[in-house]
């Protein structure tokens, strides 16, 4: 009996994924079991769970973008179950993964409580990463049209994020299309209570502002989540222009490599567990 309530980790699989989903409604966040899902496919190896009790307890993820990056996220764990060290083995596991992969730079975006034991494991702060909220969204549609990738986005893409992730701009056009404007574009998803813009990357600020005014526009009268960099202080102007508001303050952090994307073409963020 007492074996059977010890700690273990083991992979997260696509049958776990409504109990995962348990864990991230707890902690009010935004992810639905359709984001699980993804992350099981994307990363099947890099999934992982603390079970107690044949319960999962605690989860954490890690997506590779080849070798050149990796991205960590959904480090959870129920509130029940805090306080016994199982985020930091879920931490030491998936970086050692990153390891034998040999990624040269990981990275996350870490809360203020987090971010002490980030910093224990090697992280360092790269930039702020801010979440910011529109309430009711009330943009009126342009004439862009949505559409499957074109290749050569996924160049543009990798320039300006720093690493080659077409495989998760593909597997998130499979449930919502992107607007592209020649090598720009922008993306939505639904969320659990609000729906997100992201990922959006583009040449211009005047691209930046087509593209999204017509993503939006398929949101009117929904609440919506925007992830961006301060730092990127058009995309700021534009997000205030559409009403969006900040909500959350968080640190990009990277271990290892100091691998850096062109944050200036980075209008929005494709979500903190994805980067």
Same mark, same amino acid.
């Given at each position: 009996?007492?074996?059977?309530?010890?700690?273990?980790?083991?992979?997260?699989?696509?049958?776990?994924?409504?109990?995962?989903?348990?864990?991230?409604?707890?902690?009010?966040?935004?992810?639905?079991?359709?984001?699980?899902?993804?992350?099981?496919?994307?990363?099947?190896?890099?999934?992982?769970?603390?079970?107690?009790?044949?319960?999962?307890?605690?989860?954490?993820?890690?997506?590779?973008?080849?070798?050149?990056?990796?991205?960590?996220?959904?480090?959870?764990?129920?509130?029940?179950?805090?306080?016994?060290?199982?985020?930091?083995?879920?931490?030491?596991?998936?970086?050692?993964?990153?390891?034998?992969?040999?990624?040269?730079?990981?990275?996350?975006? !870490?809360?203020?409580? $987090?971010?002490?034991? *980030?910093?224990? &494991?090697?992280?360092?702060?790269?930039? %702020? =990463?801010?979440?910011?909220?529109?309430?009711?969204?009330?943009?009126?549609?342009?004439?862009?049209?949505?559409?499957?990738?074109?290749?050569?986005?996924?160049?543009?893409?990798?320039?300006?994020?720093?690493?080659?992730?077409?495989?998760?701009?593909?597997?998130?056009?499979?449930?919502?299309?992107?607007?592209?404007?020649?090598?720009?574009?922008?993306?939505?998803?639904?969320?659990?209570?609000?729906?997100?813009?992201?990922?959006?990357?583009?040449?211009?600020?005047?691209?930046?502002?087509?593209?999204?005014?017509?993503?939006? !526009?398929?949101?009117? $009268?929904?609440?919506? *989540?925007?992830? &961006?960099?301060?730092?990127?202080?058009? %995309? =700021?102007?534009?997000?205030?222009?559409?009403?969006?508001?900040?909500?959350?303050?968080?640190?990009?952090?990277?271990?290892?490599?100091?691998?850096?994307?062109?944050?200036?073409?980075?209008?929005?963020?494709?979500?903190?567990?994805?980067?």
């Amino acid at each position: 009996m007492f074996r059977d309530c010890e700690p273990l980790l083991r992979r997260l699989t696509a049958k776990d994924t409504a109990a995962a989903l348990e864990l991230s409604t707890e902690a009010g966040w935004n992810q639905t079991e359709a984001d699980w899902r993804r992350l099981v496919d994307l990363s099947p190896e890099g999934c992982l769970a603390i079970e107690v009790a044949g319960e999962v307890v605690a989860t954490a993820t890690i997506v590779a973008y080849e070798r050149r990056l990796a991205w960590i996220g959904m480090v959870l764990t129920r509130k029940t179950y805090r306080g016994r060290g199982f985020a930091k083995r879920l931490l030491n596991e998936v970086l050692h993964l990153a390891d034998i992969l040999d990624i040269e730079s990981v990275k996350l975006d !870490a809360t203020d409580q $987090g971010k002490p034991l *980030y910093e224990k &494991l090697g992280f360092r702060s790269e930039q %702020a =990463v801010e979440r910011w909220e529109c309430e009711k969204v009330d943009v009126a549609a342009v004439a862009v049209s949505l559409t499957s990738f074109p290749a050569a986005v996924f160049s543009y893409d990798q320039c300006a994020f720093g690493a080659n992730r077409s495989a998760l701009l593909q597997s998130l056009a499979k449930s919502n299309l992107p607007v592209v404007l020649d090598n720009s574009y922008a993306m939505t998803r639904n969320g659990r209570v609000s729906e997100y813009l992201g990922p959006c990357i583009t040449q211009s600020g005047e691209a930046a502002w087509r593209v999204t005014t017509s993503v939006l !526009a398929s949101l009117a $009268g929904r609440s919506c *989540y925007w992830d &961006l960099f301060p730092a990127n202080t058009t %995309a =700021v102007r534009l997000a205030r222009e559409f009403d969006f508001a900040p909500k959350r303050h968080l640190t990009r952090m990277v271990r290892g490599r100091g691998l850096r994307g062109n944050e200036q073409q980075t209008y929005a963020l494709a979500g903190f567990e994805f980067g």
